[in-house]
């Protein structure tokens, strides 16, 4: 297909500032492959800077490339744009929203900046990416608009979502979603920080992302688009990870894992990190340098679905009582600050070193023609790794993924846990993993902590909160609405369980992201997730619903100091009962945001019962499970 000829003929844009960007810029190239974005990311060199003009202060060096044996990685310059800024979005349109609009941030009217934006783009060489947000459940047709230089950033989002050559398709692709790459009003505009303004309309739904870290746009911004469409029609995309586990025995179970930016999602999809001879640590005992060990003699297998954005389309609901997700994206947007050294993840190592085709790297060591090794992170400072290392995996490169919907057996819901000692209490109190009744576990993804060091956005101080689902950050419209149709979608599939399953610490014991691995091969290899009631004992914490009376992996028990964290001699009742109260507090802060007329009736008693301080069995008893 020409690149700058006829390209009206194939992209009916009916935005008319878009026709006459696409008029004025001087060149307008149409990526046609993988291969072709990946040519024009290195445009022939093997080391490349990504710069841009910024009036009053010259060129500004953005991006170093780097052509590696096994792909393009990409290291930007300034640490600060290494990670997603939690708060870069804003809205700049008059539909309902409970996110900051533009004019309240910036004390003035998008529109003028707007149509900055379309002057700079005009005046550049173009390319242009069309894709479909949300893969193949729900195909919206959408267009990047970038400058011709950020040809990684648009192969970064093709890895990512569906990217289409409209040379090989119908001659009519009609956009409904836009988004247009301006890097240097990041300087002009913004002091610095990264932004991403999201206007709706009636038809449209455009971007405007002023960075090129491709978290908040390419990434987290296409999640809005598909929140925001489910939002006007009553479905949503969840924040989770899936995968299907088949064990030794031949069980199957379905695990859904949500959580908050660092909750572990990628990590439930990844085999359980253990040496070559089946031998498992646990965890390890800060304050005495105890290890808990168990040996597996062998691991179930994982049918990855999911990473990050689980579609829950009504079209792929039935009668069973379970809710039935497929994945949003057509590639991952893998973290790999845990693979520190060879050896801790044999699987990805092996496919990033040897990759079918090139992949997408970000924040990692690399030299020209040489092999870019995903254990070798990008120094923030002199011996401070760089927390948010990535690779962008596209799922036809990851063996026995699954590409149809599938059944939710457990959603589990993930949170970074401190340590918590006597000395220092925390709310690190959550043991192995928690049963939680259905109303509770809307609570925790109402409140969705992100939690202790978070390695994915740029503050991670203190407790604060990702809201509804998680995925609150990326969604465009009001709380209240997601959490009536996240309600309504528990009550609808009364045959999912429900777990909670922290990371990084149990009490006193530090254990990474042990307690998921350990929670998926025990519960798939029990064959279900139900427990009678003598199996389960009342957590100390009513917010952590139920807790397992033992627990047995391949023969070997696991100590009940790690199901109860009250029962550790270095964390005692006291400093559990501290921690408990500081989950009791931040509860009490999130949640007295959704108390609102339009809260869902149901959603109005659980809050309620939370308030009243009810146990696990009243939040039982305002929804039940499916038995």
């Known amino acids: 297909m020409p690149e700058s000829v006829g390209i009206k003929s194939i992209i009916h844009a009916d935005l008319p500032e878009v026709d006459n960007l696409l008029n004025a810029a001087p060149s307008v190239t149409v990526a046609r492959s993988r291969e072709h974005l990946v040519e024009l990311s290195m445009d022939g060199m093997s080391e490349r800077t990504i710069s841009y003009e910024v009036p009053g202060s010259g060129i500004v060096d953005e991006v170093n490339l780097t052509r590696a044996r096994n792909g393009i990685v990409i290291n930007y ?68 608009i970038a400058p011709a230089n950020a040809a990684f950033f648009a192969a970064g989002l093709g890895d990512l979502q569906e990217a289409t050559d409209l040379s090989m398709e119908e001659k009519d692709f009609q956009p409904k979603t836009y988004i247009f790459l301006a890097p240097p009003f990041r300087h002009t505009h913004f002091d610095g920080e990264q932004v991403v303004v999201h206007r709706r309309g009636d ?13 908040p746009s390419a990434k987290k911004g296409v999640f809005g688009i598909l929140l925001t469409r489910g939002e006007q029609e009553g479905w949503t995309t969840l924040h989770g990870s899936t995968v299907k586990v088949i064990t030794p025995y031949e069980n199957e179970m379905v695990i859904m894992h949500e959580g908050a930016s660092g909750g572990g999602k990628s990590e439930m999809i ?21 290890e808990v060990v168990l040996h597996l003699s062998d691991r179930s297998e994982l049918h990855a679905v999911t990473d990050d954005m689980a579609l829950v389309h009504p079209n792929d609901q039935d009668m069973s009582g379970h809710l039935h997700v497929q994945d949003a994206e057509d590639g991952w ?74 059944r939710v057996d457990v959603r589990s819901f993930g949170i970074r846990t401190p340590p918590c000692t006597s000395e220092h209490p925390s709310y690190g109190i959550i043991g192995l993993f928690h049963c939680l009744p259905p109303a509770l576990a809307w609570l925790w993804r109402l409140v969705s902590p992100r939690g202790y060091a978070n390695p994915s956005i740029t503050d991670s101080e203190g407790m604060s909160s990702e809201g509804v689902g998680s995925y609150w950050p990326f969604a465009t419209g009001r709380k209240v609405d997601q959490a009536n149709l996240l309600l309504q979608q528990m009550l609808d599939s009364p045959a999912t369980r429900y777990k909670l ?97 339009d809260l869902h009736v149901t959603g109005r008693l659980i809050i309620e019962c939370f308030r009243d301080r009810g146990n696990a069995n009243d939040f039982e008893a305002l929804m039940p499970h499916k038995h």
């Open 77 to 144: 310059i300034e640490p600060y744009m290494r990670r997603r800024d939690p708060n870069c979005m804003v809205i700049a349109d008059d539909l309902p929203s409970d996110k900051t609009r533009y004019t309240e941030r910036f004390g003035e009217s998008f529109d003028p900046v707007r149509q900055e934006t379309f002057d700079w783009l005009a005046k550049q060489d173009l390319l242009l990416l069309p894709f479909y947000s949300g893969g193949k459940g729900v195909d919206i047709p959408s267009l990047l």
């Open 203 to 215: 038809h449209h739904h455009e971007i405007f992302a002023y960075n090129l870290y491709p978290g």
């Open 270 to 290: 990844e085999q359980m990190h253990q040496d070559y001879d089946g031998r498992v640590v646990v965890g390890h005992n800060i304050v005495n340098d105890e």
């Open 501 to 597: 399953i922290p990371n990084q610490h149990i009490g006193a014991y530090e254990v990474g992201f042990m307690p998921q691995w350990l929670s998926r091969e025990y519960l798939a290899r029990r064959g279900n997730a139900r427990f009678r009631d003598d199996q389960l004992v009342e957590s100390r914490c009513p917010l952590l619903g139920f807790s397992p009376e033992s627990i047995k992996i391949d023969g070997t028990r696991i100590p009940k100091y790690l199901l109860r964290t009250d029962l550790q001699p270095e964390v005692g009742v006291e400093a559990y009962d501290a921690g408990a109260a500081q989950l009791y507090e931040f509860f009490e802060h999130q949640l007295s945001d959704f108390m609102v007329p």
């Open 333 to 406: 947007f893998l973290r790999i600050n845990h693979i520190d050294n060879y050896g801790t993840d044999p699987f990805y190592e092996k496919l990033t070193i040897h990759p079918p085709e090139p992949l997408i790297f970000m924040n990692l060591e690399a030299h020209p023609g040489a092999t870019t090794l995903i254990w070798e992170h990008t120094m923030d400072a002199p011996g401070k790794p760089c927390p948010n290392p990535r690779v962008i995996m596209p799922r036809r490169f990851v063996e026995n993924v699954v590409n149809k919907p599938v």
